[in-house]
């Protein structure tokens, strides 16, 4: 993308009024994007994003200017940009950059840029078909087949010079349904940073397209969920997006390193219930948030966040780490050259626990069983949360009984975690964007199911 | 590339290519900010982002293809993926360009001068300083942050359209976290326009008095109340469901109001105006995303639907014509619809009055999780909130940590008054929205 001895020039003139630290992160993405509106395609997105942001640092303070030229001339004016911005002065830094390969450990097979637009259509029409044949009661059906190609490329003051490429797939279906002039939707969302290979046994777009139209057709006959304070049983996949939101926002740098969090300075406390161990694993072979190299050139791994209940880590990027005195755990990502980096997840989850999913679901006297799980969000300094509950059940003397719309769960993280008091063995993982001030990144959350003894549930 | 040699590199490619009906959409936007910590500057952004998107109509489908890199080389890809793209099409409906040749309106505003970086870093340092200074109990983490921003949008099209705004502004936002000790809270206060009548020691008090004054806040009883939505959080509501008043949305059957011009779709007291020159809004704009000259309509008013919102394709299909309301999420991507800034029209009585009237209820003045708790196709939403209860008429203890639960259709219809005190929420973007505080008569709220 870049020549390394450009690089160098580059990285130089960006630390030339005494950064202490200078970076280059290039990126080539071709984005691509394909939908079906109820049976038809119905656009094409189709975009090239490419640039550069170059950032400094001094101490504790970082600037980053980003360019969409990246000619050395380009590069050249957006590193003066960035050095006028740090401060005054003559610092001299010489950079010998040296490329180091980290490899990939999420092969990809068939590059979906490769791959000619009709065939992607093939997928579509084969989830759009299953999703209106399912039931008579779903009316409309919108459904996409995204896929990414993210080049990067970063050079550090550091001596580092590296690139990555990053494929992901994802198959995004809505079915609509319709009861009784009631409106309801049920989604799923499979993807993988994998190519289109991953349709070859990995993703059945059948079995999407019926996946999301049952949702949308239990949910149209679906009444109120009631309002009060419940056991919640949360099935596992998407749920995990309750230890995203509620504790995990709350374990980056970017909150912890400010104070700003409900967790900061508790490393090696108690701070939620022993049945909880979670961890953000960035290695995990082809997962949708997985990374081979964080967006400042350090390796993913495996974070071990809380284990039986003890605070053993917190995700951390290279300017967090300076100000917590602490390593990068490989967790700086950004959308794109356009964003600075900060401290983010990668695969979020609950670790599998000791209980079953019918043992949770009999322990609940009355309750909610939230099923499927939408999107949610947190404060971190306050620690309260909100999630919506895609498809929600009542449970009655441990049987699971009519299904409910409208829930929604809130509460604070760090009351919420310390009220998981089971934990079921079967983990899954769900797909996810989460969205922050580095802008937004493919994530994966997952939980095996867990129950929560008591949490506000809204409903009417 | 400059813009201008690109639009000639495009128009050329898409002349070899046989194409006569084409348009190019370019936006460049470029921000500088800096934020704070402590008494210190954390960070400093200078950014520079953009991009364009050429579309085109071949075999009587629009192709769409974008890039952010300008270069002869990447002119010919964008107009041989756009012809590639079209081709994959199916939807039957009728494609339009905008023809040139139409009068705009004159939107422009008395300029002022942007801050320059050390600017931006001497009020910043000035916002830290003054909210350390509102409260005793502020602390670390409180933020204060600016921004000076310019963004320009050309759009060029083979029938003769060839328009350009150019808009620059400036950010105040800062963020007072406060503590008693034992639990934390946050709040914040942003202003756009010129930093000379920035009152900084006003917005730090501002936001730390909001932030303290829910420290140690109970729950709300769970049961169904009165609310009063405050300005922010009733603006935050009709940023959510804004949709549902998309013509596209409506056709598509994703909005219940397909069809429903001249009926009574909310309570008397309510108007909704879109408005494109909004006095307060940071971008008014005369031209919509497909070059369509823009204009101010009432989409309801005392409670009768008038117009949907329209882009040239909903209102050829719908047999009406567009209200100028074609927008574009960036510089890629299609051409869908979005209001501007879309308002409820102020009533009469004041936020005492309104609440005096509610009597016994909750007064809301924070939703969260709006992308998550809402259904912007059902209109279902619970919501996580936070506010004060209201007793005899008057704000009383502060809550949080609750839902109010109910679904927008029938929200528009259980206003019963409406206030005088508008607000706008704008982040500094072409599209905004404004309301004032509004009672409704019964909603659900889950505490404890």
């Known amino acids: 993308m870049i020549a390394r001895d450009v690089c160098e020039r580059v990285l130089q003139r960006a630390a030339s009024t005494g950064a202490d630290y200078a970076e280059i992160f290039a990126e080539y993405t071709v984005d691509n994007g394909i939908r079906m509106i109820t049976g038809k395609v119905d656009a094409v997105d189709d975009t090239v994003i490419a640039g550069a942001g170059i950032r400094v640092f001094k101490g504790l303070r970082s600037v980053m200017a980003s360019t969409v030229d990246t000619s050395e001339a380009g590069l050249m004016r957006c590193a003066e940009r960035a050095a006028e911005a740090l401060g005054q002065g ?28 009709d065939e992607k259509v093939s997928v579509l029409r084969e989830a759009d078909a299953a999703a209106r044949n399912y039931d008579a009661c779903i009316k ?140 953000d694993d960035g290695t995990i072979p082809n997962a949708w948030g997985s990374i081979n190299i964080d967006d400042e050139g350090t390796p993913a791994r495996k974070n071990v966040l ?139 959350v ?15 | 590339m400059k813009y201008e040699d690109f639009k000639a590199a495009v128009i050329a490619a898409a002349q070899s290519e ?4 084409y348009e190019l959409y370019y936006v460049s936007d470029e921000s500088t900010s800096v934020d704070t910590f402590g008494h210190e500057v954390k960070s400093f952004t200078d950014a520079t982002s953009g991009g364009a998107c050429f579309r085109c109509i071949a075999g009587g489908k629009m192709g769409y293809a974008s890039t952010e890199q300008l270069s002869e080389e990447t002119a010919r890809a964008v107009v041989l993926r756009a012809k590639e793209n079209a081709a994959v099409l199916e939807t039957e409906e009728e494609v339009f360009l905008s023809e040139g040749g139409k009068t705009y309106a004159d939107v422009r505003r008395k300029a002022y ?85 920035l009152d900084i020691p006003a917005a730090a008090a501002k936001a730390a008095a909001d932030a303290k004054s829910k420290l140690g806040a109970g729950v709300a009883p769970t049961g169904n109340y009165p609310v009063i939505f405050a300005p922010k959080a009733m603006a935050d509501l009709l940023t959510t469901f804004s949709g549902v008043f998309s013509a596209e949305n409506a056709r598509k059957g994703f909005s219940r ?17 879109d408005d494109p020159f909004y006095a307060e809004a940071p971008m008014p704009m005369a031209f919509d995303a497909e070059g369509s000259p823009t204009f101010t309509k009432n989409l309801v008013e005392n409670g009768v639907l008038k117009t949907l919102l329209h882009n040239l394709k909903s209102a050829a299909a719908m047999g009406k014509t567009t209200t100028g309301n074609a927008a574009k999420r960036g510089y890629n991507g299609a051409v869908e619809i979005r209001p501007f800034t879309l308002f409820l029209a102020p009533g009469d009585l004041t936020e005492e009055e309104l609440l005096a009237r509610a009597g016994n209820g909750v007064y809301i003045d924070f939703l969260g999780g709006l992308h998550a708790g809402a259904n ?63 009672l409704v008569n019964g909603l659900s709220v889950a505490g404890e």
């Open chain 2, 18 to 21: 046989g194409l006569t009906d």
């Open chain 1, 90 to 117: 003559d610092a001299a830094m010489t950079i010998r950059l040296r490329e180091r390969l980290f490899g990939d450990v999420h092969p990809v097979r068939v590059a979906p840029v490769s791959v000619p637009n």
């Open chain 1, 140 to 279: 409309r059906t919108s459904c996409s087949l995204i896929s990414v190609d993210h080049s990067i490329l970063i050079a550090t003051s550091e001596g580092l010079y590296t690139q990555d490429r990053q494929i992901r797939t994802r198959l995004v279906m809505t079915a609509v349904a319709e009861k009784n002039g009631e409106t309801q939707t049920g989604s799923a969302n499979p993807g993988y940073r994998m190519g289109m290979e991953m349709f070859e046994g990995l993703v059945d777009p059948t079995a999407v397209g019926i996946e999301a139209a049952r949702q949308a057709a239990v949910m149209a006959g679906a009444g109120y969920c009631p309002a009060g304070v419940m056991p919640v049983a949360i099935g596992n996949g998407f749920g995990g997006v309750i230890f995203h939101e509620a504790c995990g926002h709350s374990l980056e740098a970017s909150s912890v390193a400010y104070g700003v969090s409900q967790f900061a300075g508790k490393l090696g406390q108690k701070i939620a219930n022993e049945k909880v161990t979670a961890i």
């Open chain 1, 446 to 460: 997952g939980e095996p199911m867990i129950r929560v003894s008591s949490i506000t549930v809204g409903g009417r």
């Open chain 1, 306 to 444: 809380i284990e039986k209940g003890i605070l053993k880590s917190y995700m951390i990027d290279k300017m967090g780490g300076r100000r917590m005195n602490m390593e990068s755990t490989g967790s700086a990502r950004r959308e794109s050259y356009a964003y600075a980096t900060t401290s983010r997840m990668t695969n979020t989850y609950i670790a599998p626990g000791e209980d079953s999913d019918e043992s949770i679901i009999a322990s609940m006297e009355y309750g909610l069983y939230a099923k499927k799980m939408g999107g949610g969000s947190v404060n971190p300094a306050t620690g309260e949360f909100n999630f919506a509950v895609n498809e929600g059940y009542l449970v009655r003397n441990g049987k699971i009984c009519e299904p409910v719309r409208g829930a929604s769960l809130v509460g604070k993280g760090s009351e919420a975690i310390q009220k998981i008091d089971m934990v079921s063995a079967e983990l899954e993982l769900g797909q996810g964007m989460c969205g922050s001030s580095s802008g937004s990144i493919p994530v994966n």
């Open chain 2, 376 to 438: 912007p196709i059902s209109g279902d939403f619970s919501l996580q909130s936070a506010g004060y209860m209201i007793e005899n008429g008057k704000k009383t203890r502060a809550v949080r940590s609750f839902t109010v639960a109910g679904n927008f259709y029938d929200l528009l219809k259980q206003i019963t008054a409406v206030a005088n005190n508008i607000e706008l929420r704008n982040m500094g973007s072409v599209t905004g929205f404004a309301a004032p505080a509004v």
């Open chain 2, 113 to 197: 001068p942007l801050p320059t970086p050390e600017k931006l870093i001497e009020t910043v340092l000035a916002g830290q300083k003054a909210i350390y200074a509102a409260d005793s109990a502020v602390i670390d983490g409180s933020e204060t942050g600016a921004e000076t921003f310019r963004h320009s949008v050309a759009i060029y099209n083979s029938r003769g359209l060839d328009v350009k705004s150019d808009h620059s502004g400036a950010v105040y936002y800062t963020v007072a976290v406060v503590s008693d000790g034992n639990e934390m809270n946050d709040s914040y206060e942003i202003k756009i326009g010129s930093f000379d009548e």
């Open chain 2, 257 to 273: 109001l397909m069809g429903k011009e001249g009926e009574t779709i909310a309570a008397p007291c309510v108007t909704l105006t």
